[in-house]
């Protein structure tokens, strides 16, 4: 449970407002080192609560389905489905320890050695190469979970190549500490030497800046503060659209270019309400509009955003669904089952095949409507900007706006993109790669 506790630390001290690298540091370095040097049955008791700590708040959404009994057992599920992730990932590779010696003897000269006298991998290395993979491995889907994450705020790397060479470091000081009880003075310096050299490179100077507001001043940010059962109540709809429209006059009034507003603001299927397009459209001559609804073309019903823009509109769907929620990830006939027990028999909705990029004052941003905005899918050719809108109504109260905010700082700081977020139940924000200045303060 240390490593577990360890390795969750920095999620509860951003959301507590402490996080500080001179905490999240130590913490991290501990984490990845227990793991490194751990025992399958460490990685297994890791696995089981890190899934607890870091997800638990995934059964609160069937709260608002009205299955308040499910959540011990989705809670439950998903901290075994990461107990068995790492069991599995730490018994391969203490396979690759065993054997790979083996397999560079039969391929050598050397024959009458034994395989550990003449080549012997210390189990950290396949631990680490596991530990590296293990952000490309998602359960049902879900790819919440990133080692990496860890270090976000702190002076190392993100990337692969700067966590590769951090872990290499470590690797290398728990080598220099073996040296040192075996009172071997020449291999002690040679390790502490090379540690020191690799944990230099694991180091970068990138820094995340998250702001309330658009610093350029150009697109407003109009959160809303709705819970999910008012949202989805018919008799709130007229008070919602009000007050959508009321942010937006006050956008235009503060003469900003863009107003960005949450996921589904609109609970409807926008494209079928002609009299709330016609208001929208006509606001639009002033400012261009952003905002998420749901969407329906060809009896397949979808969960979209809009742009308003000089009286006309265009619709982005997402790429990438909400495992469970919105698309089940599960063989059709237990999708099936799964759909009818806890979502009332919904059906999944379908994704689009490419991103949407809307043009707004001259320049491009992607859009993302919620989870698709955490996704690795939609940063893979390093968009700029990115317009994205939440409804973390659904899991609060909870640190899943902590762990989604975290997500998006790791992505503006490996691909270099600015992210505009518009939330309901909870703060707006803007997150600013400092290496990105050029697109946000000039």
């Not at 992505?411 to 200045?437: A, C, E, L, Q």
Request: charged content about 20%; aromatic content about 14%; some cysteine.
């Amino acid at each position: 449970m240390t490593a577990a506790a360890a390795g969750s630390a920095f999620l509860y001290l951003d959301a507590a407002g402490w996080s500080s690298p001179r905490i999240d540091t130590p913490l991290a370095l501990l984490f990845f080192s227990l793991l490194l040097f751990g025992d399958p049955r460490l990685w297994a008791w890791t696995g089981f609560f890190l899934g607890l700590f870091w997800f638990h708040w995934i059964g609160i959404s069937f709260l608002h389905y009205g299955h308040p009994w499910a959540i011990p057992f989705v809670d439950l599920a998903v901290a075994l489905t990461y107990a068995l992730l790492f069991g599995i990932l730490a018994r391969f590779a203490e396979f690759l320890t065993r054997h790979i010696p083996r397999l560079l003897q039969k391929t050598s000269k050397i024959q009458h050695q034994k395989p550990s006298s003449i080549f012997h991998l210390p189990s950290s290395i396949p631990k680490a190469l596991v530990l590296l993979a293990m952000s490309y491995i998602h359960p049902f889907g879900f790819d919440w979970f990133k080692p990496e994450l860890t270090l976000v705020h702190t002076p190392f790397g993100i990337d692969k190549a700067h966590f590769a060479a951090l872990l290499l470091a470590l690797i290398l000081f728990g080598s220099f500490l073996h040296s040192v009880r075996q009172k071997n003075p020449k291999k002690s310096l040679f390790f502490l030497l090379l540690g020191s050299a690799f944990l230099r490179l694991s180091l970068t100077p990138a820094k995340i800046l998250v702001l309330p507001d658009d610093p350029q001043g150009r697109i407003a940010l109009a959160g809303t503060r709705i819970p999910v059962e008012a949202k989805w109540n018919p008799d709130n709809f007229l008070r919602e659209y009000r007050t959508v429209l009321e942010r937006i006059d006050r956008a235009i009034a503060a003469g900003k270019k863009a107003v960005l507003l949450p996921e589904s603001v609109l609970p409807v299927f926008l494209n079928r309400e002609p009299r709330i397009l016609e208001a929208l459209e006509h606001r639009s001559q002033k400012i261009d509009i952003v905002l998420g609804a749901l969407y329906s073309v060809h009896g397949q019903n979808r969960n979209s955003a809009y742009h308003f823009h000089k009286g006309r509109y265009r619709v982005a769907d997402k790429i990438v669904l909400v495992p469970f929620g919105e698309a089940n990830p599960l063989p059709s006939w237990a999708g099936r089952w799964v759909n009818t027990i806890f979502f009332d028999g919904a059906p999944d909705y379908l994704p689009a095949r490419y991103p949407t990029d809307f043009r707004i004052d001259g320049r491009d941003y992607r859009v993302a409507v919620c989870y698709e905005g955490t996704s690795e899918r939609l940063y893979a050719d390093r968009p700029a900007r990115i317009l994205m809108m939440s409804n973390n109504g659904w899991f609060t109260p909870s640190i899943e706006a902590t762990l989604q905010k975290l997500l998006l700082e790791y992505y503006s700081r490996k691909y270099g993109t600015t992210i505009y977020h518009s939330v309901n139940m909870g703060p707006s924000y803007v997150v600013v790669n400092p290496k990105d200045r050029e697109s946000i303060f000039q």
